[in-house]
């Protein structure tokens, strides 16, 4: 899958594939206030969604890229199994990651070939990534993460409101790089959710006024 990023081919799928790409990721993104701020704000909304869980639950993290999340997940209590298409972006995780001990584990795992015949998890993680793929293709990601998932799926994306329009077309204006290729309105969430077979029970926003970051706590339709 190919779309394009400042005006160039970008594939989701391939670009992280690279020792230099995973070893800067973290210090490219949240290095910067902004960034800094954007990742305390993150994690602490990561960690009010999985709070409920039992202390030693198994999460699976995909895409677990360097660890940044799976992090606040082990830090919480719960154990994790770091999933990611690169074997570059979880070599990082592993590093560090590597004081947890056996509380994670990590897989070189590609979300659309996964089947309900994999290993199977009471809940899972999913950050950063939906939003770079158009819908169909992001359905097909979830239903993958959704076919070894017992219970519960946290997802997050990028919410396509009429002010969220409005932000992007301001900051294009002042000339801000580009924003994420696939954000979604509410119904386009509300379908993704339903073709996985889970619908929305709670959401938490970082600052709907200034990020359109949003993150949904889903379970699986009984
Ligand atoms: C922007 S990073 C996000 C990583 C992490 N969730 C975070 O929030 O820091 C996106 C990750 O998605 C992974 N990825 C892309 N396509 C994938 C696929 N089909 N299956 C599994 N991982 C994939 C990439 O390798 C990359 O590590």
């Known amino acids: 899958m190919k779309n394009k990023a400042n005006g160039r081919d970008w594939n989701p799928k391939e670009h992280y594939k690279n020792v230099a790409v995973a070893k ?15 990742n305390y704000l993150e994690k602490r909304v990561i960690e009010i969604c999985f709070q409920d869980l039992p202390r030693g639950t198994l999460v699976l993290d995909l895409p ?16 994790v199994h770091g999933a990611d298409i690169s074997a570059e972006m979880l070599e990082v995780a592993k590093e560090r990651l590597s004081h947890h001990g056996d509380r994670l584990d990590t897989e070189i795992m590609d979300a659309f070939k996964l089947t309900g015949n994999d290993r199977q998890f009471e809940a899972a993680l999913c950050a950063r990534v939906l939003m770079h793929f158009p819908l169909d293709e992001q359905i097909a990601f979830l239903r993958g993460i959704a076919s070894v998932v017992r219970k519960r799926i946290v997802i997050n994306h990028s919410l396509n409101s009429p002010y ?11 000339g801000h790089p580009k924003s994420v ?21 709670k959401r ?7 990020s359109e ?5 889903a379970e699986r339709i009984d």
């Open 164 to 174: 969220q329009r409005f932000r992007r077309w301001i900051k294009k204006i002042l």
């Open 204 to 210: 938490k926003r970082l600052n709907s006024l200034i």
């Open 64 to 79: 677990c890229g360097t660890g940044r999340l799976a992090e606040v997940l082990l830090d919480s209590g719960l154990r």
């Open 213 to 217: 970051a949003v993150y949904i706590v």
């Open 24 to 38: 800067e990721y973290d210090r490219i993104r949240f290095s910067s206030l902004s960034g800094r701020i954007f």
């Open 181 to 201: 290729n696939f954000p979604v309105t509410n119904e386009e969430i509300k379908q993704l959710l339903s073709e996985a077979g889970f619908v929305e029970i």
